[in-house]
């Protein structure tokens, strides 16, 4: 639920807001946004509600449906296999390609992305997963193809409610550490493997719990829960 804002409440506040609850699972898949009761909690008018709707709805976590109003996304179980694939084929094109471009800047950039564990609390794992996603957007971003970094960051953004289901505020850093570590040896297999134990371990947990414990809100039927990699 919206914490009551200031009437001076923007847009953008409220996309957090919006963003985190949908990430952190208080929004369920297929839940419909009452776009006038978020106007009233915000103390503001409709319009910045629907900016901020439109923006998630950019990011793939909010569906516009016309005449029907502003739905947290939902999927199929066979979409998140193809994005959760999607993102091993991205992220290893990228470190493969990032391996022998990186600058020492960027590799000190990298190593201060994250700021450190604090808790299992909602605002924390809402900065872990941004961070996550910074990481790997840069370590694309050093490739010199800012196509593939733009659609991973696009990605990271769809799959950001899936990718908290990990818990892995405690981990994260060293497991990117890693990566660095490779990045900085230029040891392409060591950068590749080091990657591949982390998206690999995500994916494996994030299947898990979505077909274990979160399968009411989605589609799964009996075929697709019996498919395995």
């Not at 947290?72 to 066979?78: A, E, F, H, P, S």
């Not at 809402?126 to 990481?135: I, W």
């Not at 991973?152 to 505020?169: E, K, N, S, T, Y």
Request: with cysteine; hydrophobic share 40%.
């Amino acid at each position: 639920m919206l914490a009551e804002m200031p009437g001076s409440t923007s847009k953008d506040m409220i996309y957090k807001d919006l963003r985190r609850a949908i990430i952190m699972g208080h929004r369920k898949p297929g839940e419909r946004f009452n776009v006038e009761e978020i106007a009233e909690a915000c103390h503001t008018s409709v319009t910045p509600v629907r900016d901020a709707l439109q923006m998630l709805s950019q990011e793939g976590l909010v569906t516009i449906k016309p005449r029907s109003g502003y739905f947290v996304t939902r999927i199929t179980l066979k979409e998140l296999r193809d994005m959760l694939e999607l993102r091993r084929i991205l992220e290893i094109a990228s470190i493969e390609r990032s391996v022998l471009r990186i600058t020492d800047e960027q590799l000190e950039t990298l190593a201060h992305v994250h700021t450190g564990y604090t808790g299992d609390d909602d605002v924390s794992y809402d900065r872990y997963t941004d961070e996550n996603c910074r990481f790997h957007c840069m370590v694309a971003d050093a490739s010199g193809n800012h196509v593939l970094a733009e659609m991973l960051g696009h990605l990271h953004d769809r799959l950001a409610r899936f990718m908290v289901m990990c818990h892995a505020g405690k981990s994260m850093e060293m497991t990117h550490a890693k990566i660095i570590e490779a990045l900085r040896d230029r040891d392409v297999e060591a950068a590749r493997q080091a990657l591949l134990d982390e998206i690999d371990s995500s994916r494996d947990e994030i299947l898990d719990r979505v077909l274990q414990e979160e399968s009411a809100y989605w589609h799964l039927d009996a075929a697709r829960m019996n498919y395995k990699y």
